[in-house]
């Protein structure tokens, strides 16, 4: 008997005792970070501490190398303090939404909470506020909904996108917009089911190298998750789709220029080529899915802009590289379908900061989130950061700019018709537009440090005409208007739609990113 019990005894503590190690280690790892301020702003009455630390654990809970059990924490308390009042509830909802997407057995419950807050922002919305919420509840109700069908509970699934639904005809939404995110959440949810079996047959036999392989190339290429592939990778593997997944972890920001191009041509070759397709639901390891393809289709481009970035000569490796980058982006644009995860129409609105993924979109210099915002750090050099958002049409870009140090100019090219146009911001004099010729200048003093600059970009397209209007704190800095033919192209990024940001030795923070569309629509593509 006594033998028994010892025996159940030791399975016990050989089976759990890693699981609560690891559960001490990232309690341990908060309060070495966090655990004194979260102490002191937990004794205080008032929630305005509380919104400001859930923001700040949320911007943490964002960093690429977080360990799942700190990231569940980190989640957990920001969604605590960010519900003391209302202004943390946009906090509360996207550290569940982060929790459901990066820690698989939290999900159905994460969704759930998020659900809860977006219907309360909802119902308190007015005016032009209520279609963002709207969008934002739709969103967490369809993450809901595919949770709900991965637990085998289609009748609730089914409730859940059917609610999604009505809110989005109430607010005006595109229809279509409903499968599609749903059909991206189910897809989604379904590749998380996978990775875990996977990362459950590894764990069983580390030895397993078939079932090692397997495992990174569904991160790798599947979920575009390099970072995460890294981890179970074996440089010794022949295989030509992993000899670059240590480098890939790295990202293009922090690439040589020779390799670069390798990488480029290594994710086209995963993609399947620029002129190669596949069928939805191939075996990732044999051929990608459409959105996979695209994802690898859009990091071959991120690290084509990488090497024309730092090889600025004009020579016949550059002009290569052009073609390939053109050649890469006509591939991508037919994957665009499948990677459109929403549609913005004329009259509505998108916070790009809440699309903001900075293991895709930053290709130059350093990027990191900060407790306001998206922050760049581009002492010396370009940072560049290419938005998902590809407006077609007329539209307005809002934006609230705070500059900690003042450099040569902070870049935006924005799409206008079929060309795009380089607005300077900040620079020693005034503001600037690029376009054919000398472009139009803007006085409007030097730029101050530590000032934050509320910034308008209204793009205005009307058949072979534009115009583009800047305001600075309220007041029009610049107008330019004239033919389509006339506004400059990009010979480093040719074809590409999306917007870009790029601060120019120096350092800014973005603490609002936001698109009207005033005409046509916007696509984000993710």
């Not at 480029?264 to 044999?286: D, F, I, M």
Request: glycine share 6%; aromatic share 6%.
């Amino acid at each position: 008997m006594n033998a028994a019990r010892t025996a159940v005894v030791v399975v016990f503590f050989v089976v759990f005792r890693p699981a609560v190690a690891a559960a001490e280690d990232a309690e341990q790892a908060f309060q070495a970070q966090f655990g004194e301020e979260y102490k002191r702003v937990k004794a205080t009455p008032l929630p305005q501490d509380d919104v400001a630390l859930a923001a700040k654990l949320l911007a943490a809970a964002k960093a690429d190398d977080v360990a799942p059990g700190l990231l569940a924490i980190l989640c957990e308390r920001a969604y605590e303090l960010g519900l003391k009042h209302p202004t943390g509830w946009d906090a509360a909802a996207e550290a569940m939404a982060i929790l459901a997407e990066r820690v698989p057995q939290k999900k159905a419950e994460a969704w759930t909470k998020a659900v809860d807050i977006r219907q309360k922002q909802y119902a308190l919305a007015k005016g032009a506020d209520r279609a963002a919420a709207g969008d934002a509840l739709v969103e967490a109700l369809l993450g809901a909904a595919a949770a709900r069908k991965e637990a085998a509970d289609p009748a609730q699934a089914d409730a859940l996108t059917k609610r999604a639904a009505a809110i989005a005809k109430l607010v005006g939404a595109d229809p279509g917009d409903i499968q599609r995110q749903f059909d991206r959440s189910a897809d989604r949810a379904r590749l998380l089911t996978r990775v875990a079996e996977a990362k459950a047959r590894v764990q069983a036999n580390r030895q397993d190298a078939a079932a090692r392989k397997e495992l990174v190339a569904l991160l790798l290429i599947e979920a575009d998750d390099p970072a995460q592939a890294a981890q179970y990778h074996e440089e010794s593997w022949p295989e030509p789709r992993f000899k670059y997944v240590r480098q890939a972890a790295v990202g293009p920001a922090k690439t040589s220029e020779p390799s670069a191009l390798e990488m480029a041509n290594w994710y086209e070759s995963l993609a399947g080529g620029v002129a190669a397709g596949s069928a939805a639901g191939a075996n990732p390891v044999e051929a990608p899915s459409p959105a996979a393809r695209g994802a690898m289709l859009n990091r071959a481009r991120n690290y084509y802009w990488r090497y024309l970035e730092l090889h600025r000569r004009v020579d016949l490796d550059r002009t290569r590289a052009v073609g390939r980058l053109s050649a890469a982006e006509e591939a991508w644009r037919k994957q665009v379908p499948a990677l459109a995860a929403r549609t913005v129409a004329a009259g509505r609105s998108v916070d790009l900061l809440k699309w903001v993924d900075l293991k895709r979109d930053a290709t130059i210099g350093t990027w990191e989130w900060q407790d306001a915002g998206l922050a760049s750090s581009a002492a010396g050099r370009d940072d560049t950061f290419l938005t998902c958002c590809a407006p077609d049409g007329s539209y307005t870009l809002s934006m609230k700019v705070l500059l900690n140090t003042v450099g040569e100019c902070v870049s935006v090219y924005l799409p206008v018709g079929n060309s795009r146009v380089q607005a300077a911001l900040f620079f020693e004099k005034g503001v600037a537009v690029k376009a054919a010729g000398p472009g139009v200048f803007g006085e409007t003093g030097p730029p101050v440090k530590g000032k934050e600059y509320a910034v308008d970009l209204k793009v205005t397209v009307d058949g072979n005409q534009a115009d583009i209007g800047i305001t600075l704190d309220g007041k029009l800095s610049l107008h330019w208007s004239g033919a389509l033919s006339a506004l400059m192209t990009d010979e480093d990024s040719p074809g590409i739609p999306c917007i870009r940001l790029s601060p120019r030795s120096c350092s800014v923070v973005f603490t609002r990113l936001r698109l009207d569309v005033v005409s046509g629509k916007a696509r984000l593509l993710r």
